[in-house]
Nanobody, 126 residues
Framework: QVQLAESGGGLVQAGGSLSLSCAASGGTFSSYGVGWFRQAPGKERDVVAAISRRGSNTYHTDAVKGRFTISRDNAKNTVYLQMNSLKPEDTAVYYC???????????????????WGQGTQVTVAS
């Protein structure tokens, strides 16, 4: 199983930007699809973006389309989430997760992910 560690969260003003990183270790990273999820207090943990194992396919939920971009660098065992034009409603703990895949497919179902990071807090002030 791959181990994941998020970084890059913090406090930002509305309209600002943050870049999150998800560093993987302990597995063949290019065998895993990766997703970014977020969970606000009292709410479900929902998918924000996902990327296939080699990066050829991506998914962004409607709420972040045009503002967030998921990418990956398999040589660095890292997946990124670039977040621009942040809004107060983007405030949440952001998690990355990985699932082993044998094709360039996208996985958005939370329950299918096998490994999770510890999360990083993103707070957007109005």
């Amino acid at each position: 199983q791959v181990q994941l560690a998020e970084s890059g969260g913090g406090l930002v003003q509305a309209g600002g930007s943050l870049s999150l990183s998800c560093a993987a270790s302990g597995g063949t990273f290019s065998s895993y699809g990766v997703g970014w999820f977020r969970q606000a207090p009292g709410k479900e943990r929902d998918v924000v973006a996902a990327i296939s194992r080699r990066g050829s396919n991506t998914y962004h939920t409607d709420a972040v389309k045009g503002r967030f971009t998921i990418s990956r660098d398999n040589a660095k065992n890292t997946v990124y989430l670039q977040m621009n034009s942040l809004k107060p409603e983007d405030t949440a703990v952001y998690y990355c997760a990985a699932v082993r895949r044998f094709a360039e497919s996208i996985t958005t179902a939370r329950e299918l992910y096998e490994s999770w990071g510890q999360g990083t807090q993103v707070t957007v002030a109005s």
